[in-house]
């Protein structure tokens, strides 16, 4: 890659999944088909909610907001992915990576934020149950959403800021799928340790402190529900927050592996695996335990569904 007039950069070259072209075809049909079902799934729940006046509450008005995100973040990540199956590199526009790495970040921080506020909206659910409807009012839970996007677009803008700044001078190639931060640092020629200092500490502010928060609210929901005498009070207790307990689980745990994982492991190319974890299967899994754990849900989206069929009547619940 060569400097054009000073530091602006022509593009950069996506390397892709270097497989056999039969199993590049395979993973291209599954991934297409991933892809597919999660538009459905995320959309049907975004719509449902929407349509079922019973569901404005704010739990399932976050509920909206995480599956509104996961619709928006597949659009930016599987695309590229898909089309990684189907050549062996990928060329894209310097101002194309920074639009890509800064709408990632973006939903990223957004959802890490935003499970910390639906865990905190089950703590008062569990741990303060009569005052929870003034503690919890809609107002609060749409300023609640409200902060959850502008924080993640706002950290994402401050990251972007500081990598934009820059300078690259060496090769173009990134071994990944798309544009992220760790492999823009490592092809650049100027001093990176303000960046590195940036991404971390906004790191340890986004994705840090609202696990802080969840493992605080958690930690005080099984205190709570260990004190309820009857099995049939605990159970239905744990019931209100284990879906989003397990989508808790699986996100944070693909995030911090990849962000806390052995430096070896990068020589094993097992960077672009990780990534398809948590861009595309945590997605797929969100609306499917969402699903099948919540009844209030698989009533309002059977009903959403069959509404809408000309021959639901004649179809008993």
């Given at each position: ?19 056999s072209p039969?199993l ?8 297409l088909?991933?892809f597919?079902?999660t ?7 975004v ?18 907001h ?5 619709l928006?973040?597949?659009n ?9 199956f ?20 973006a939903?990223?921080?957004t959802?890490?934020?935003l499970l910390?506020?639906?865990?905190y ?9 009569l005052?929870?409807p ?8 749409i300023?609640?959403?409200?902060s ?15 990598i ?19 492999p ?6 100027s001093n990176k ?15 840090l ?6 493992v ?5 929901i ?11 009070g ?5 019931s ?7 989508v808790?689980?699986?996100?944070y745990?693909s995030?911090?592996?990849t962000?806390?994982r052995p430096?070896a ?9 990780i ?8 997605p797929?899994l969100?609306p ?28 008993p619940?």
């Amino acid at each position: 890659m060569r400097n054009l007039s000073g530091d602006g950069i022509v593009e950069f070259v996506l390397v892709d999944f270097p497989t056999s072209p039969p199993l590049q075809l395979l993973l291209f049909v599954l991934f297409l088909i991933i892809f597919l079902l999660t538009l459905l799934e995320n959309a049907l729940i975004v719509s449902t909610i929407w349509l079922t006046p019973s569901l404005h509450r704010p739990m399932y008005f976050f509920l909206g907001h995480l599956s509104f995100l996961e619709l928006w973040y597949i659009n930016v990540t599987v695309p590229r992915l898909l089309g990684a199956f189907l050549t062996q590199e990928h060329r894209v526009s310097y101002v194309g990576c920074m639009t890509q790495l800064y709408f990632f970040i973006a939903l990223a921080c957004t959802e890490c934020v935003l499970l910390a506020v639906m865990a905190y909206d089950r703590y008062l659910a569990i741990c303060e149950p009569l005052r929870y409807p003034s503690l919890m009012p809609f107002s609060m839970a749409i300023r609640l959403a409200a902060s959850s996007w502008g924080s993640g677009f706002f950290s994402s803008m401050m990251k972007l800021l500081f990598i934009s700044r820059l300078s690259y001078c060496g090769s173009n190639i990134i071994n990944h799928f798309f544009c992220d931060i760790s492999p823009l640092l490592n092809l650049t020629c100027s001093n990176k340790k303000q960046a590195e200092l940036v991404d971390f500490l906004l790191a340890l502010v986004m994705i840090l402190l609202p696990l802080m928060a969840v493992v605080s609210s958690y930690a005080a929901i099984i205190a709570t529900i260990l004190r309820i005498p009857t099995a049939q009070g605990r159970h239905k207790a744990f019931s209100t927050c284990a879906s989003h307990l397990a989508v808790v689980v699986i996100y944070y745990s693909s995030t911090l592996f990849t962000y806390a994982r052995p430096q070896a492991m990068y020589t094993f190319n097992h960077n672009k695996v990780i990534s398809v974890l948590y861009t595309v299967i945590v997605p797929f899994l969100n609306p499917a335990i969402y699903c099948l754990r919540n009844k209030e849900v698989k009533d309002a989206l059977r009903k959403t569904v069959l509404g809408r069929c000309p021959y639901s009547r004649d179809i008993p619940d």
